[in-house]
T-cell receptor
């Protein structure tokens, strides 16, 4: 049973376009929401993260939007580049649960030049 | 900072043998380490959580006698796949957290591709 639901499963975007990935959760005890980028054959790398007291966080071309009341958060990749082609995972954790991460199913992003 | 080294990156072993995977925190003390398994085009599945000096806590459905986890020091955790079979072939990834580590709490290793033939 996946505690964090992620969509879409895959997306294709043109270079310079915007990639949007959405995640939803049910457990209101989650208090940390990171996004990870994973290239084939490599471990996940933290991209950006947010806590529920903030509605938006931006780091370079990557922005997290967080809607606490709707229990949803999303990743926006602005000005998408071919090097952004990877699989992206959203995740969430609970501090009292050893900070275990619950991962979404992943979204494979392909940026066409 | 906050680097986790995982070794080996790839390993091929014969069915019935055991394989050890190492996960080291290079520049911080990893009080907690997590071990994940990932199937092709799938998400990460948490196998177990280990705290330094304590027995690992395994997730439901993970055989603790098959996947032995040792976290004897603040910089090293090992996962040993015992009596490996082809169905154990997978991508194994560790992550670590602790004082001096990433401000976000977790740093992942680069993963180990295990192929059992």
């Amino acid at each position: 049973q996946q505690q964090v639901k992620q969509s879409p499963q895959s997306l294709i975007v043109q270079k310079g376009g915007i990639s949007i990935i959405n995640c939803a959760y049910e457990n209101t005890a989650f208090d940390y929401f990171p996004w990870y980028q994973q290239f084939p054959g490599k471990g996940p790398a933290l991209l950006i993260a947010i806590r529920p007291d903030v509605s938006e966080k931006k780091e370079g071309r990557f922005t997290i939007s967080f809607n606490k009341s709707a229990k949803q958060f999303s990743l926006h990749i602005m000005d998408s580049q071919p090097g952004d082609s990877a699989t992206y995972f959203c995740a969430a954790s609970i501090p009292l649960n050893d900070y275990k991460l619950s991962f979404g199913a992943g979204t494979t992003v392909t940026v066409r030049a | 900072g906050a680097v986790v080294s995982q070794h080996p990156s790839r390993v091929i072993c014969k069915s019935g043998t055991s394989v050890k995977i190492e996960c080291r925190s290079l520049d911080f003390q990893a009080t907690t380490m997590f071990w994940y398994r990932q199937f092709p085009k799938k998400s990460l599945m948490l196998m177990a959580t280990s705290n330094e000096g304590s027995k690992a806590t395994y997730e439901q459905g993970v055989e603790k006698d098959k996947f032995l986890i040792n976290h004897a020091s603040l910089t090293l955790s090992t996962l040993t796949v015992t009596s490996a079979h082809p169905e154990d072939s997978s991508f194994y990834i560790c992550s670590a957290s602790g004082q001096g580590g990433s401000n976000y709490g977790y740093t992942f290793g680069s993963g180990t591709r295990l192929t059992v033939v």
